[in-house]
């Protein structure tokens, strides 16, 4: 983790020491009061919904020696001075998120471990959690932790890293050309992952090929002497690794691929299984997630593991043995007998169409219900993007579509317009009606997929199937 001197700190961020001593010692940092550990530094920030200078007095009670502000108020002088330890010093800088960068950039210099950016148009948390597991059987790693993804987040993961680092895995992600660039000049990875080049951000970007140029920028940030993985399956990968300098691995279902899966089959519990075959030799690995589509986020964790010399058995038991972030693929049986899977965090037309294909595969004893909502940031593409998957809902094995949101009855409408009858297609304006009417139509035993944007705030349909949770859907 972080560690300096306030004497230091003052001196990379340009910040003014008001009170306390610049000898004090610094071990860790947090922006959040509830994330403060004792002997921290804790960042007042000022984000879109709340201003932590409102949360000093809480930082403090959990034992921040160092509070950073941007504003000298009274009541944070106050604060401090209330706690009556003379070690604790009050920092003011100019701009919290130039002074946790800075910050960040020095702790970087101080790394030694490989450090492993993933990017890409889906998968990235979830390849981001395998290669976690699988760098995880044989050394010990700092990954990202929950949307610490952008541009404060990163510099954030950067500093939980440690001297006893042995692995650091970034997930970055992208909102508009050069933000990549921009995050691998903080976290300066010496090994890139590309999952694939989609249609998210297209409102953003206007182009696939602008989406790729963007996504590249990861690429050409790896240097010669580290490693570039990209899915050989994915149409712009060529085009990705022809911007690389670093060695270009490629993985995929292709027999051309470096890593590779053969014999992809689901098994009766609804889990992909396949047969894993590197140059190092050929394992089973089943995994514990539904979804033939993260066949190929295990095998970018398998090239990343073999990289970094994990054995095969060990990146086996990695990818078996793998956890999620929340809201991803999240699978579970309600009290009432209701197969949920919670994939809610998220959504463009690929993992949308891959989620489908999830849905068809897991074994239900009752119907299959999909509660789909509006897909963002995707520009021109929007209105025929909508439509187009009601009408592959139409053609799949779901049997009841509740759509949600003003985009969310394109779904619909594509889905009636190619045969699926009216009276299974539920149009609802937001998730309050989709919960109301998930509460009519679902019946224990049926099997329910939950996906949308972030912005639709799908988590609530949920929240309503999941209290009591009793188990893990197996």
């Known amino acids: 983790m972080l560690r300096l001197s306030v004497e230091t700190l003052v001196e990379l961020t340009g910040g003014e020491l008001i009170s306390g001593t610049p000898e004090t010692m610094i071990n860790g940092l947090a922006i959040d009061s509830r994330e403060v550990e004792p002997g921290s530094a804790f960042v007042a920030f000022v984000g879109e919904r709340t201003d932590g200078h409102r949360f000093v007095p809480d930082a403090l009670d959990r034992g921040a020696r160092v509070v950073v502000v941007t504003r000298d108020a009274d009541e944070v002088r106050e604060a401090v001075a209330a706690h009556g330890r003379g070690e604790t010093a009050l920092v003011a800088v100019d701009d919290a998120y130039a002074a946790i960068e800075a910050l960040a950039a020095w702790h970087r210099d101080r790394l030694t471990c490989p450090v492993i950016g993933i990017t890409g148009s889906t998968g990235k948390t979830t390849t981001k959690d395998f290669v976690r597991s699988v760098l ?18 990163v510099p954030l993961t950067v500093m939980d890293a440690g001297a006893d680092t042995e692995a650091l895995v970034v997930e970055m992600a992208m909102r508009g050309a050069g933000q990549i660039a921009h995050l691998c000049d903080v976290a300066r990875p010496t090994a890139g992952l590309v999952t694939n080049v989609g249609v998210s951000h297209m409102e953003v970007l206007g182009s696939q090929e602008a989406i790729a140029s963007a996504k590249g920028e990861l690429v050409q940030a790896i240097p010669a002497d580290g490693q570039v993985f990209v899915n050989g399956d994915d149409a712009w990968s060529a085009t990705l690794a022809a911007t690389a300098s670093a060695e270009v691995i490629t993985y995929g279902l292709g027999s051309d691929a470096d890593i590779t899966a053969c014999d992809v089959v689901v098994t009766p519990a609804g889990m992909p299984s396949f047969t894993l075959a590197m140059p190092e030799g050929a394992a089973g690995v089943t995994l514990a997630v539904p979804g033939k589509h993260n066949v190929y986020n295990a095998l970018a964790a398998a090239a990343v593991g073999r990289y970094l010399g994990v054995p095969l058995i060990e990146i086996v038991r990695g990818l078996e043995g793998a956890t999620f972030s929340r809201w991803r693929m999240e699978t579970f049986v309600s009290a009432s007998g209701v197969t ?48 187009e998957l009601g009408e592959e809902v139409a053609r799949s094995a779901v049997d009841v579509l509740v759509s949600v949101g003003e985009l969310g009855r394109r779904i619909a409408d594509g889905a009636k317009a190619a045969g699926m009858p009216e009276d299974v297609v539920r149009p609802c304006a937001n998730a309050d009606e989709a919960s109301e009417v998930i509460d009519d139509v679902v019946e224990p035993g049926d099997t329910v997929l939950v996906k949308a944007s972030r912005v639709m705030g799908l988590e609530t349909v949920v929240e309503g199937m999941m209290d009591p949770r009793v188990q893990p859907a197996s």
């Open 136 to 153: 995880g059987t044989t050394m010990r790693v700092v990954a990202t932790s929950g949307n610490r993804n952008n541009e404060l987040g």
């Open 340 to 387: 949920v899977i919670n994939d809610a965090y998220n959504a463009n037309p690929t993992s949308m169409r891959a989620a489908i294909g999830a849905l068809q595969d897991l074994p239900t004893r009752g119907r299959r219900i999909a509660v789909l909502g509006d897909m963002a940031e995707l520009g021109t593409l929007t209105e025929l993007a909508h439509f």
